[in-house]
């Protein structure tokens, strides 16, 4: 049985590494086949409008999935309608536009923050005065890894803000001051079934995912997003894995953003959960059991960005997982993670704490 990747990033290439031990097979469909997908699977070199392509991998593979959410969703829509596609259609659009998924979140009873449309100078400046300051600026479509973001502190900044991002589509939302940000990830099947793991606490810099500690928070702060997840979960009839973003203050849950998608704050589940998020967005699309999202203990994953450490540096410290893309090093890139899975939080954040001042010592544990 192989399976149709459209995007052959390393959330692609983790997919497959989890598919080869059920047999399964994959193809991808990318733009270049230098891909860390393309390394470890054959790959339709392409772009992901190319209808002719997708419909190629269609023909070629039992089900079609994403590992990214900038998919077209207008080139999905157009394969014939007996294609499996998972997850829906319906919840990557509403994920490609944050406007679309404000509403949604809305619509569902989720907490989120305080937003409006902007497509004008004009509104930017009544957001402005009705949200308050500080506030950022997003655009609504193609932002990623705090990409397309400009935070507006004074009436100062509103100039900087219009000019740097402007002439496309817009919202701007009220900044907030979190606690710390969180992140849930679950998994619905083709037959209903739903699978939701423990809470990712994360740490962002300039908007990047730096640093993951799970299982994290509170057992009523785990209802709480399991709660929302499930909701999301049940109004596509979604199936494979979803993520939801969020941020935590005093207590409360506020979505920021969901991925439709296995999400960088869930590579722990590798090494720390008996299933990974890789294997049951696999069973899940597949219709087949779920698998146990318990955790194998407490875990740290770090992201290694721009550019990656000698290996041997990385394992000479006992028990630390690593992983690396194959991708060309470049600022700000992920290039690969490592992870750590402890007995205790207390010997978890102190292994985080060695390797954050190896790896990243700009990053500290909150
Ligand atoms: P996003 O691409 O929306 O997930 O933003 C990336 C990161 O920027 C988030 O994980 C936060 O750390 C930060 N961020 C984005 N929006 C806000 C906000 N409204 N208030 C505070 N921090 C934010």
């Known amino acids: 049985m192989t399976v149709g990747i459209v995007g052959a990033g390393q959330l692609g290439r983790m997919l497959a590494l989890a598919g080869y031990p059920l047999g399964l097979d994959f193809l991808f469909l990318d733009r270049s086949e230098d891909t860390p997908g393309g390394q470890v699977a054959p790959i339709l070199c ?28 207008e080139a999905l829509r157009g394969l014939d309608s007996g294609t499996r596609i998972h997850p829906p259609v319906g919840a990557l659009a509403a994920s490609q536009d944050r406007a679309a998924e404000k ?9 989120t923050t305080r937003w409006m449309k902007v497509d004008s100078r004009p509104q930017l400046e009544r957001a402005v005065r009705e949200i308050g300051l500080p506030a950022v600026l ?17 009436h100062e900044d509103v100039d900087r803000a219009w000019s740097e991002l402007g002439g496309v589509p817009l919202i701007c939302e009220e900044w907030v001051p979190f606690d710390c940000e969180v992140s849930i990830i679950g998994a619905r099947s083709r037959s209903g079934e739903v699978a939701v793991y423990p809470l990712n606490g994360n740490v962002h810099a300039q908007g990047i995912l730096r640093l993951t500690r799970a299982p994290f ?15 999301v979960l049940e109004h596509f009839r979604y199936v494979g894995v979803l993520t ?27 090494e720390g959960a008996v299933t990974s998020q890789f294997e049951n967005h696999l069973r899940a699309i597949l219709d087949l059991p779920l698998g146990s999202t318990a955790p194998r203990g407490h875990c740290a994953m770090i992201n290694l960005i721009g550019t990656m450490p000698a290996r041997e540096r990385v394992l000479a410290r006992p028990g630390v997982h690593l992983h690396d893309y194959g991708k060309e090093p470049r ?15 207390r010997a978890r954040d102190r292994r985080a704490r060695e390797l954050l001042a190896d790896l990243a010592p700009e990053i500290r544990i909150p």
């Open 217 to 231: 928070g509170t057992p009523r702060l785990q209802r709480a997003a399991a709660g929302y997840l499930t909701r």
């Open 244 to 270: 939801i973003e969020f941020f935590v203050r005093s207590g409360k849950l506020l979505a920021n953003e969901m991925a439709p998608r296995v999400h960088n704050s869930g590579h722990w589940t590798i």
């Open 138 to 154: 997003k655009t609504r479509r193609m932002g990623y890894d705090g990409k397309g973001q400009a935070v507006i502190r004074t």
């Open 103 to 111: 509403r949604l979140f809305e619509r569902l009873r989720i907490p």
């Open 46 to 73: 392409g772009e992901f409008t190319d209808r002719r392509l997708l419909r190629r991998l269609a023909q070629r593979c039992s089900v079609i999935t994403f590992d990214w959410e900038n998919v077209s969703v």
């Open 331 to 345: 600022p700000g890139r992920k290039l690969g993670h490592c992870t750590v899975v402890e007995v205790t939080p």
